[in-house]
């Protein structure tokens, strides 16, 4: 069974920059790819960000498209996700998921992902 532990929210101002972390354990290749979603106050979870671990590609929302980057560190035991997010807009404030167990095609929809993480919380004020 695989565990997904994220960490760095916080709170910046707008213009300010964070680098989320998570950590999967027990992650396998057949998971396909480990995705960022995030669900603002009042909203529905919505993808943000996801890499196929295979091969490194990497898919965004238009939102976060040239602010955001996803990149992956893998060792025997772990795969790590990082979410280095740039520019961060008020618009950006919500709750951070780090998820993975989707199928080819399905990586910035929320509602395909079977395993999720926590979460982390991500405060951009004006």
């Known amino acids: 069974q695989v565990q997904l532990v994220e960490s760095g929210g916080g709170s910046v101002e707008a213009g300010g920059s964070l680098r989320l972390s998570c950590v999967a354990y027990?992650?396998?290749?057949?998971?396909?790819?480990i995705g960022w979603l995030r669900q603002p106050p009042g909203k529905e979870r919505e993808g943000v960000a996801a890499?196929?671990?295979?091969?490194?590609?990497?898919?965004?929302a238009d939102s976060v498209e040239g602010r955001f980057t996803i990149s992956q560190d893998n060792t025997k035991t772990t795969t790590t996700v990082f979410l280095q997010m740039n520019d961060l807009k008020p618009e950006d404030t919500a709750m951070y998921y780090c998820?993975?167990?989707?199928?080819?095609?399905?990586?910035?929809?929320?509602?395909?992902?079977?395993?999720w993480g926590q979460g982390t919380q991500v405060t951009v004020s004006s």
């Open positions: 998820a993975t167990g989707v199928d080819w095609g399905e990586d910035l929809n929320a509602a395909a992902y079977q395993y």
């Open positions: 890499i196929y671990t295979s091969g490194g590609t990497t898919f965004y």
């Open positions: 027990g992650y396998t290749y057949d998971m396909h790819a």
